[in-house]
């Protein structure tokens, strides 16, 4: 992190702003906490959470990110502090005491997010002032959800928060994702028995023509494409690409022949073109975003690139 550095410009020249990594002990968990949403796109749920006498541990943060998947975030407040073994530990307790965390959810979030929790990507966050080589090598080879975190504070008033580990298997593109749905079995018979299965990203996708999954694949495969931070996270009615936070969800919808974009930008900036763009803040959608983008056709999709760009860069 010592290669990183930040100045404030002046009318006569540059000055450095020190940068310092946050070493009280509360301080730091406090900091987040107070601003998760925004800074992490996680809903706060508890802070220091028993995981009960026999299993005696505290969790340093519960929370519920944008996509309903639970998220556990252990602080490293040591440099030989092993938070990812404990984090580890934790992951494991949450899944053994899946509906104790839904009723935390429900008591804080109400009863649609508690029913809407999705166990199938639960997250564990490791943040720290640094990561040691040992750290970095070690989540390599561990095939769960975690990532790591890296931040430092600038002068009186920033923070710089910086992903330094995505998880392993997140930087599949669309393309690969949807290899193996096109070869789901029995979908069709699967959706007499499971009244949301035609909503299932797995089932439109399967059923989409080849055109518009060559076109759902090369939207996958550009968004991937933005930069190595990138992750995707396969949920049950849309792809997510995030970076700390989603930017883009995709869907696909296969009678009206189209792939839609779900994009965390304000409406208010961008043009609305019928057909092409709309404002969806007061419509109900699945995914995140509140810019809709609707694309049929190769030049559709040649359109939205500057619009999932800039969707990247402020994410």
Known sequence: MGDIKMFALAEHGVAELPASSVQVEKSLQALFEANLEALLGIRFLSSEHSTGPVHGGRIDTLGLDEDGCP???EYKR????????????????????????QWLVLEKLGQEAAANVDW?????????????RYDEHAVKQINRNIELLRYRKFGDGLLMVELVHVPKGSRT????????????????????????????ITYRVANASVSIRDLFDAVGSY??????????????????????????????????????????LDPSIVPMEPGFTRDVRKIG???????????????????????????YERG
């Open 173 to 200: 593109g669309a393309a690969s994702i949807a290899a193996p749905i096109r070869g789901v079995a029995n979908v069709s018979a699967d959706s007499a028995t499971d009244p949301y299965q035609s909503q299932r």
């Open 78 to 101: 040591a440099v030989n502090e092993n938070v990812i073994n404990q984090g580890l530990f934790y992951l494991d307790w949450l899944m053994d005491h899946r509906k104790d965390f």
């Open 71 to 73: 998220v556990i975030i």
């Open 285 to 311: 959608h699945f995914g995140t975003g509140d810019l809709e983008v609707s694309m049929k056709t190769p030049e559709d999709f040649a359109r939205a690139q500057p619009l999932f760009q800039l969707a």
């Open 120 to 132: 199938s990507a639960p997250r564990l966050l490791c943040i720290a002032g640094d990561f040691t």
């Open 223 to 264: 968004l991937t494409s933005l930069g190595d931070d990138v992750q995707t996270k396969e949920l049950k009615y849309y792809i997510a690409f995030k970076r700390i936070k989603n930017f883009v969800c995709l869907e696909v919808y296969p009678q009206a022949g189209t792939v839609l974009a779900y994009l965390k």
